[in-house]
């Protein structure tokens, strides 16, 4: 279920975290955010409640959510990676979403902030990027 960097191949990258996030940290070709950057803010203060917090705006997003999934994966025909920040919650919770829809998905492994402090030292060469 859950794949590096190094070892995607054709598979598309999505971001669930919000956009806010997604702008600070670009590492991911698309952006699909399971909840807002408010909804991330009361999680952030409240870590026991993240997972009612992000299954209520996986249910509230889920249309949205399952429409992005089946056109970036090209109608199901494509393997996606889901990144978050750490590869926790939001990522694993929307991989598990994108199986039930039929797409063959994987979590990038150790979310996606590990990674990116390796870009900004300039060693992005190292991942293709």
């Not at 990258?13 to 807002?36: A, F, G, T, W």
């Not at 209520?56 to 970036?72: A, F, P, Q, W, Y």
């Not at 998905?105 to 990674?115: D, E």
């Amino acid at each position: 279920m859950f794949i590096s960097l190094e070892n995607i191949k054709s598979e598309k990258l999505i971001d669930v975290r919000s956009e806010e996030e997604h702008k600070v940290m670009p590492l991911c070709q698309y952006n699909v955010p399971v909840i807002s950057k408010k909804e991330h803010n009361i999680l952030k203060k409240n870590i026991y409640f993240a997972i009612p917090i992000i299954l209520c705006g996986l249910i509230k997003n889920r249309s949205v959510i399952e429409k992005h999934l089946i056109t970036i994966s090209d109608n199901k025909t494509k393997k996606v990676v889901i990144g978050c920040s750490q590869g926790r919650l939001r990522s694993p919770i929307v991989c598990i979403y994108a199986r039930v829809l039929g797409i063959k998905s994987y979590v990038l492994k150790n979310g996606i902030k590990q990674y990116y402090v390796h870009r900004e030292r300039g060693i992005k060469s190292w991942f293709k990027l």
